[in-house]
């Protein structure tokens, strides 16, 4: 009976962490991902300080300046990158219409494809805000359907 009870408290806790996640990734979307890079580098910074303390001077060198790289220019690195991605995107997208039978589903495809592609090019820190709202009403409704057991009791 007590294991029962703990798995149902635990399945508690998780659906209001999903909820509470959620609400979190729709609130701050792209913050998220300044929190990550953020961490990230000051992980890497305490992991160099570390190596150095225990004599392992270039592993620890290493790890401070990528530390310091990403915290610094992790925006900068981030947004080439989004840029890249999207005109990566567009030039698949394009390759694939010339390739394709121009059937309606493969023409929406590529279209949305070219979209995504263009998104990204142009302003990704848009889309990357977006995705995490898709994804925070994903957790949302998973947290939700988790707490449905609960209130047909």
């Given at each position: 009976?007590?294991?029962?009870?703990?798995?149902?408290?635990?399945?508690?806790?998780?659906?209001?962490?999903?909820?509470?996640?959620?609400?979190?990734?729709?609130?701050?979307?792209?913050?998220?991902?300044?929190?990550?890079?953020?961490?990230?580098?000051?992980?890497?910074?305490?992991?160099?300080?570390?190596?150095?303390?225990?004599?392992?001077?270039?592993?620890?060198?290493?790890?401070?300046?990528?530390?310091?790289l990403i915290i610094v220019f992790g925006w900068l690195l981030l947004e080439v990158?989004?840029?890249?991605?999207?005109?990566?995107?567009?030039?698949?997208?394009?390759?694939?219409?010339?390739?394709?039978?121009?059937?309606?589903?493969?023409?929406?495809?590529?279209?949305?494809?070219?979209?995504?592609?263009?998104?990204?090019?142009?302003?990704?820190?848009?889309?990357?805000?977006?995705?995490?709202?898709?994804?925070?009403?994903?957790?949302?409704?998973?947290?939700?359907?988790?707490?449905?057991?609960?209130?047909?009791?």
């Open positions: 009976m007590a294991k029962k009870s703990r798995k149902t408290e635990s399945s508690l806790l998780s659906a209001l962490l999903y909820i509470v996640i959620g609400v979190l990734f729709c609130i701050f979307k792209d913050s998220i991902v300044n929190w990550i890079l953020t961490v990230a580098g000051i992980v890497l910074i305490i992991k160099g300080i570390v190596q150095v303390v225990n004599k392992q001077t270039q592993n620890g060198v290493i790890n401070l300046l990528f530390g310091a990158a989004l840029v890249i991605f999207g005109v990566l995107l567009i030039i698949s997208a394009v390759t694939d219409f010339a390739k394709s039978g121009k059937k309606g589903m493969d023409l929406l495809r590529l279209a949305i494809t070219i979209i995504i592609g263009v998104l990204l090019a142009t302003n990704g820190f848009a889309a990357i805000s977006w995705v995490f709202i898709v994804i925070g009403v994903i957790f949302i409704i998973e947290g939700i359907l988790l707490l449905i057991p609960y209130f047909k009791k």
